[in-house]
């Protein structure tokens, strides 16, 4: 079946402008993460959503950052304002159910950049 | 805070050998552990999940032990191919926040 979808797979943008990347989970998947990853470096976690609701957000870096996921299968990372250092590739993952149990399929990443 | 380190960052090595690569973490209060695959420019490929309860799991030619109480997870490559050749990660899942390491860069050469 397929995968875990994101699009759009690069976004360059300026400063200041305001950005919105998508993430499509694999079908039934009620779990759904948004992490960062910049060069170098492992996966940061950002937000995990179960079903509609953001399960834990502590992971956004500041009020520029926002999810979603209105009826729980589509999700989309908002972000105002970009700067600079918001440069990275934003990972989404899916799983069956929570991350406690469950293995969590990656899609293959947007990479944003800021000039 | 959760704190995950990948022991070596990098390694080069012929095809052929079998290979250990090492995950420390320094919360033993997690409930489960990952090892992922991820080739340049690409998403993450999970290879396999070792619940806490459990010592280890294998999927041919991978086999990933845990031992909780020391903070470790090592991650067996038999007789490693150039296509095994990839960044791999592990990644402790502790409450909802799974924490990743920096991962080990493996290049098998032919």
């Known amino acids: 079946g397929a995968g875990v979808s994101q699009t759009p797979s690069n976004k360059v943008t300026e400063k200041g402008k305001y950005v919105e990347l998508r993430c499509d989970p694999i079908s039934g998947h009620t779990a759904l993460y948004w992490y960062r990853q910049s060069l170098g470096q492992g996966p940061e976690f950002l937000i995990y959503f179960q079903g509609t609701g953001a399960a834990d957000d502590s992971g956004l870096p500041n009020d520029r950052f926002f999810a979603v996921r209105p009826e729980g299968s589509v999700s989309t990372l908002k972000i105002q304002r970009t700067e600079r250092g918001d440069s990275a590739v934003y990972l989404c993952?899916?799983?069956?159910?929570?991350?406690?149990?469950?293995?969590?399929?990656f899609g293959p990443g947007t990479r944003l950049t800021v000039l | 805070k959760q704190e995950v380190t990948q022991i070596p960052a990098a390694l080069s090595v012929p095809e052929g050998e079998n290979l250990v690569l090492n995950c420390s973490f320094t919360d033993s209060a997690i409930y489960n552990l990952q090892w992922f695959r991820q080739d340049p420019g690409k998403g993450l490929t999970s290879l396999l999940l070792i619940q806490s309860s459990q010592r280890e799991q294998t999927s041919g030619r991978l086999n990933a032990s845990l031992d909780k109480s020391s903070g470790r997870s090592t991650l067996y490559i038999a007789a490693s191919q150039p296509g095994d050749s990839a960044t791999y990660l592990c990644?402790?899942?502790?409450?909802?926040?799974?924490?990743f390491g920096r991962g080990t860069s493996l290049i098998v050469h032919p």
């Open positions: 993952a899916s799983s069956p159910g929570g991350p406690r149990s469950d293995t969590q399929y």
């Open positions: 990644a402790v899942g502790g409450s909802y926040i799974p924490t």
